[in-house]
């Protein structure tokens, strides 16, 4: 790619930004984000402060299944997603209703079948979409008027469902949209059906597992670096840093050695995850390999999962050639 010289500032390193920055970088342009937070992500945020392992998200997190340029990016930096089924609603769900908890299939908890009237609901919500012909011009229906004179609030009140499945709707209400029912315009609850809830399909949505926070002070990441004196470190954080051959590392004859101080050297690096094995390879001979489990542990690594780049040595002018992943 020719670089162009010319400079594109961009606001905000959301996902808009940030893919917008990508793209741009990688079509030639000197690229600059501007971020007003102390983070990148903007309204995708993962919270991993309140249990080692576990992870809550405080923002956007499902990526359906016609998500395309997501699923997409997730491939392109290997991050690996986990089915979550539907997030509008799954087979397992539970709910907690008038001191009753438990799964909202359980006729036994609910002295009633739950589910099925949480799905009459959601047959509902489709029909609401025939009010709308196109999504993104709803003023343009045909009743648009009466139905943003009305609310979300009304259309609960009306619809024929039990009382309990009343309430399961103002909970998606104030989840979905984070206002009550009563703030909400029928006519956008009516666009919003027309855009997600026109079909009772669920179709499965997926989230990212693990990721491994580089560039903020959680990171966890393994490297395996090779020296001009034959020298090879396989090191890491976790965040804490942790060494995984001593604090010198060790020699190894496949590690080239440099014809001096300054001179340049020529290193062929591969890290490989491969069941329950991980190994780095350096100029074609596996100089260190760990099982899984002395790697995804305490004071190490958070997973396995993640992104891969590069980790330079201060004062080193490097020449990169064929960095990649293969799978198998
Ligand atoms: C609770 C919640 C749950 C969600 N769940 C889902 C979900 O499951 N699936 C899904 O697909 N979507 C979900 N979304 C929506 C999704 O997160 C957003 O659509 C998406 O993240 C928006 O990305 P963006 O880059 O357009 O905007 P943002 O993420 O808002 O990024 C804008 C960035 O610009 C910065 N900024 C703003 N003004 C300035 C300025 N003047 N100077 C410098 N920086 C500035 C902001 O700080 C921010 O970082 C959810 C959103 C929320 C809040």
């Known amino acids: ?84 089924g539907s997030w509008q609603s799954q087979s397992g769900d539970w709910a907690c209703f008038e001191g009753k908890a438990g799964r909202v299939t359980d006729k036994a908890i609910w002295g009633f079948d739950l589910a099925e009237e949480i799905e009459r609901g959601w047959a509902a919500m489709a029909e609401l979409s025939k009010n709308i012909s196109d999504p993104y011009q709803p003023q343009t229906a045909h009743e648009a008027e009466r139905l943003d004179a009305m609310s979300a609030a009304d259309w609960i009140r009306v619809v024929d469902v039990h009382p309990i499945a009343k309430k399961y709707f103002i909970t998606h209400i104030r989840s979905e949209y984070t206002c009550e029912p009563e703030r909400l315009s029928l006519l956008d609850l009516c666009r919003n059906a027309k855009m997600y809830y026109s079909s009772t399909e669920r179709l499965p949505s997926s989230r990212v597992i693990g990721g491994n926070d580089l560039g903020t002070d959680q990171q966890s990441y393994l490297y395996c670096a090779a020296y001009g004196n ?99």
């Open 230 to 328: 034959g020298n090879f470190i396989v090191r890491g954080f976790g965040p804490a840093p942790f060494q995984m051959n001593g604090g010198r590392g060790g020699a190894n004859p496949a590690v080239n050695k440099a014809a001096g101080p300054g001179e340049p050297v020529t290193q062929e690096i591969a890290l490989s995850v491969k069941g329950d094995r991980v190994e780095c390879a350096i100029n074609g001979t596996v100089v260190a390999g760990y099982d899984k489990s002395a790697l995804v542990t305490a004071g190490k690594l958070t997973s396995t999962d993640g992104v891969y780049g590069l980790r330079f040595a201060h004062n080193t002018e490097v020449i990169v050639t064929g960095l990649g992943i293969t799978r198998n």
């Open 1 to 84: 790619m020719q670089p162009i010289n010319k400079t594109v500032t961009i606001i905000g390193a959301g996902l808009a930004g940030l893919t917008a920055a990508y793209d741009l970088q990688r079509a030639g342009w000197n690229v600059v984000v501007l971020e007003a937070r102390d983070r990148v992500g903007g309204r995708v945020y993962s919270i991993r402060s309140f249990a080692r392992g576990q992870v809550a998200e405080g923002g956007g997190e499902y990526i359906d299944a016609h998500h395309t340029r997501m699923i997409a990016l997730a491939k392109e930096f290997n991050l690996k997603l986990g089915l979550s």
